[in-house]
């Protein structure tokens, strides 16, 4: 079992930067890729960023390469997303998820473990 809190969100004008954070606990967490995702209000969850265990390979969605950058501390057993340039349609609720097998996923059911989530709203 793992459990993920995300921690981070609020409020933020246009351009502004934030920096999310999920710490995971429960299993091995430096074993599996981990990912962010995030939920507007009436739309689907979709992808933004994705890494591997070992922290050597990212992947970020086509919307937000450029500006978002993942990482993770293993030793802490966080994985962050850093937000840059923010955008209005940036406002969402972002999840990180884990998953429990290799390869980096960028489909919501490719993941096993999902946070709560952390409100973030982008005021023009």
């Known amino acids: 079992q793992v459990q993920l809190v995300e921690s981070g969100g609020g409020l933020v004008q246009a351009g502004g930067s934030l920096r999310l954070s999920c710490a995971a606990s429960?299993?091995?967490?430096?074993?599996?890729?981990m990912g962010w995702f995030r939920q507007a209000p009436g739309k689907e969850r979709e992808f933004v960023a994705a890494?591997?265990?070992?922290?050597?390979?990212?992947y970020n969605a086509d919307s937000v390469r450029g500006r978002f950058t993942i990482s993770r501390d293993n030793a802490k057993n966080t994985v962050y997303l850093q937000m840059n340039s923010l955008k209005p349609e940036g406002t969402a609720v972002y999840y990180c998820?884990?998953?429990?097998?290799?390869?980096?996923?960028?489909?919501?059911?490719?993941?096993?473990?999902w946070g709560q989530g952390t409100q973030v709203t982008v005021s023009s």
């Open positions: 429960g299993r091995t967490f430096s074993s599996y890729p």
């Open positions: 890494i591997s265990g070992s922290g050597s390979i990212t």
């Open positions: 998820a884990a998953r429990t097998v290799y390869g980096l996923g960028r489909n919501v059911n490719e993941y096993d473990y």
